[in-house]
């Protein structure tokens, strides 16, 4: 159960301030899968960030479980990230020396606090089921884009964590593969009961989800 | 997988940029341990070279300066002849040899000369041991004169003086020919007509310009009494650090004793130069090698501030962030720190024999301090990067690149 109250951000940009958020609430069951939708600039991914723990509102609150995450400790916080939220970006964000298999066993060695290096197995199951087996010695590079995407959900999923979420995860790629992506979400969503949340242009993209939030210029529709 | 796999396969990936920050580092290191290398060489060879020369610690008259021993004034002070009496008779241990000194500049009407009243170790030898030891100059079976003995420079070696007649002088080299004096020659000074004995090789020391006669000639033709001017002593290194010392200032009350270790020769200040330099360069290499080592760092957290964020975004501490840059800095500077080692002592084993005419070996514990020295500075240099790191916005991730 995921609550947000009242929340407002504000960059405090070098060129003024630019409202983010305006004065949202939303609350979120789990298990769902909620597309966020809303034309560029609404506030999609500052949303986004800020239930993903990584941007702190400038006012409201953000509670997850009944825990306020912003009033964790930065490590804490980072922990709480680790653990409990996968995080899917348009960018996949993997690192472009370490292997498939390596990225995804960065966030168990996160987790393990380096103590123990036995997340070999569970990295390799998590890209078999992405159907990657014989990509886990690959370099990012070495990839293309659909499969980089889905190393990059193998390693969201690395820590199994209760909220995945995903900005734009399909927005760089071709409608087959982004069909693909979907439905990997969705199997997520429906066999695991992950809850979901996915910004995403594409109307094709956010039919897949079960709720769906609408943005403009930082406020809800 | 461990986090040190990703601190190993970021490390090369940038390897000319990894060359270039290690360059100050290493440089600096090699420069640092190829002086010291060779200021240790050197140091050795001075210990066995002031051995060489006989006396290591000196009894000078309690208002004496050093300064004194060297310029022999006319008016230098004295004390009497009968403290040598007084330490043999102590029987300390460690004064493996010693000669009284009277020392005089005079004029001999055209020039100055320096006249030296020694005792021969003959008339000295009342105590077997004397004789046994030797006159300044002989191994006393104390020093290590390493394995070779590579150091010891004909030269500086003394021959003891077993025999002097009392109207005969032996005449250090310089003063020879500038007297223009041969063996068997006379010498007059204060209206005492000496036979030339001997001409003495030269030492390069403040020997060659001094003329020695018998004790007691010189203190009669001085009109001195029973005075002398110093006691040299040959003590044994490890008695002088035994307190040796401290005896005899108890037996002596009323006089200066000092080591040669405090009077300046010119090896030593050469080293103490050395030493010096050192100290300037491994001032200027911890802020250059740092500031080097700084600058790469920081320009690699720049350029991998999406990886870091990224990182930061799916569970790393600040503590791992810290162990990532950190633990690379640590290999950085332990790498810079070998290689300089390297460079440096072979640096040492080449120039040295050429630049100071000293066979060099390379010194294994100065890997120790240079890895040491070079971790730090990379630390160092490295910390204000690393903190910068582990404060970035994780945020930034979900921005396109
Ligand atoms: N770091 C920042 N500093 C200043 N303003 C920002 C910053 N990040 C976002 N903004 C502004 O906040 C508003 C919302 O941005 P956000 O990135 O959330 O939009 P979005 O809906 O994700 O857009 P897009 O669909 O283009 O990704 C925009 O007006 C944007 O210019
Ligand atoms: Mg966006």
Redesign the interface.
Known sequence: MIQITDVTKIYNGPRGQVTGLDRISISITKGSFVTVTGSSGSGK?TL??TL?G??RPTTGSVEVDGQHIYSLK??QL??Y???KIG?I???F?L????NA??NV???M???S??KN?G??PRAESLLERMGLRERSLHLPRELSIGQQQRVAIA?ALA?DPDLILA?EPTGNLDPAMAMEILEILRKLNEDEDKTIIMVTHSPMAAAFGTHRLDLRNGRLI | MKLNTIIWKELFLRKSQLVSALLAVTLGIAVIVGIQTVAAVSEKAVKIKMENLGANILVLPQSASVDDYYAADIDAPTFPEAYVERILNSALSGVDNLSPKLTRRIDTGSTNVVLTGILPSGELAAKPYWTISGLSGEDTGHIHKGSSGKYADPRLQRTAIETLNRNDVLVGKVVAERLNLTEGGTITLRNHVFTVAGILPETGTVDDNRVFAHLHTVQGILGIGSQISCIEIMGCCSAISDGLLGNLRNILPDTRITTIGQIVSTQIETNSLMEKISLIFLVIILIVGAISIGNFMWANVEERKREIGTMIAIGATRGIIYRLFMTKALVLGAAGGFFGYIIGSAGAMILGPRLAGLAVAPMAVYLLYAVLMAVLISLTGSFIPTFRASRLDPSLIMQEV
């Open positions: 991914t986004l960030v993903g990584l941007l930065k490590n980072s922990r990230r680790n653990r995080f970006l348009q960018t964000n690192i472009p020396y370490l298999l390596e066993m960065i966030p060695i996160f987790a606090e380096n290096g997340c070999h390693r820590n900005d």
